[in-house]
């Protein structure tokens, strides 16, 4: 922030003040305020997470909103399936787990590539799950 600031009043707001525009570089100002509140504002909600916790017993899904509040949903794995919905233009639009009348969305902060992998790979672990342990 400090060089983008150094260099918004050096290459941009100086030639403006020179040549007596001075108002020009009041906006310059406002624009690198705009960009550092947008900054604070995007690692603030970086701090969001979800978790998928996977056994042979339950399907734990922990959402941590950047806040810090936990909301958390157990799933018996014999009962739980994914939805995906696609769509031809955009890729995996929504992936949620659902048992009976409970739907919960998770991953909805990646792309739509990294969505249908995860889907992929939880799909792989519950089939897996639903097998019971290899006693064998």
């Not at 906006?27 to 909600?45: C, E, Q, S, T």
Request: proline letters at 4%; charged letters at 25%; aromatic letters at 10%.
């Amino acid at each position: 922030m400090m060089t983008l600031c150094c260099l918004s009043a050096v290459v941009s707001s100086i030639p403006f003040i020179v040549f007596g525009a001075w108002p020009v570089a009041g906006f310059y100002g406002l624009d690198i305020l705009a960009l550092f509140i947008a900054f604070k504002v995007n690692y603030r909600r970086a701090r969001a997470e979800e978790r998928v916790r996977l056994t042979y017993v339950e399907l734990l899904l922990r959402k941590i909103t950047h806040r810090g509040e936990t909301s958390e949903w157990r799933f018996n794995p014999l009962w739980a399936r994914l939805l995906l919905d696609e769509d031809e233009e955009f890729g995996a639009l929504r992936l949620s787990v659902v048992a009976g009348r409970q739907t919960v969305p998770i991953g909805e902060f990646l792309a739509p590539s990294q969505r249908r992998d995860l889907a992929k790979a939880l799909g792989a672990a519950l089939i897996k799950a639903k097998r019971g342990p290899d006693l064998s």
